[in-house]
């Protein structure tokens, strides 16, 4: 598995608010490598994650999965994609609120055909790696920001993707979980070989990342019109 955007420009918005979120950008993701994509808020990290994981088309431009340009795939075989290959762990987190910890990720499974009950000590065990061994069986509205983005990386990782896209993972916990979790992103795209792009403000990261993208050098300077 390899990523590289190709001339990319996504216009996003509508009359006034209409803006170009990412402008001609070219950019390669390497293979088993923790890629940082750092740049300054509005700057387009989080839109170029949702480009790479299919779940916004670019205006123009190819968006190459190992070598296959995901931007022209049909909306099912997109959907396939994103079920099948890519993780996502959004800020948000984006958890069914009125299941546990472990719950969240005994759903996720299941979606993908894989049993509960084969996945459940594994499950357990990358919550623990999370820090959220305690909480296993709270319920995701009882929990912090910053443990429902950590059940989203234990989701993720439980379904093992060839891409997994990461946006602020550290942004609400402290420098030690921080290091902490990224330690663990990086060590699973060791092991498992997967492309890992994470959006981040975070030094940390930054530090511990293989590469590093900075969004101001992927793409030519603004023209003064937009
Ligand atoms: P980052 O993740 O680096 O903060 P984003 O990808 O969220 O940047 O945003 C890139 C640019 O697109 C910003 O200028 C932002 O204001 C704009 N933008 C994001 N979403 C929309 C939208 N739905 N409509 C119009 N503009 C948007």
Redesign the pocket.
Known sequence: MSLELRDVTVT???GE??????RGLDADFAPRALTALV????????????VAGALLRPDSGRVLLSGRDIARLTAAEQARLRRERVGYVFQSGNLLSGLTACEQLLAAASVTGRSPRAVRSRAEELLTEVGLGHRLRHRADQLSGGERQRIAIARALLLEPELLLV?EPTAAVDRDRAAGIVDLLAATTRRHGCVTVV?THDPVVVEAADHVVD?ARTQPAAHPRD
């Not at 608010?17 to 990412?22: H, I």
């Open positions: 996003l918005g509508r608010s209409r803006t170009t979120a990412l740049g300054p808020s509005g700057s387009g990290k989080s839109t170029l994650l949702a946006d959006a969004m």
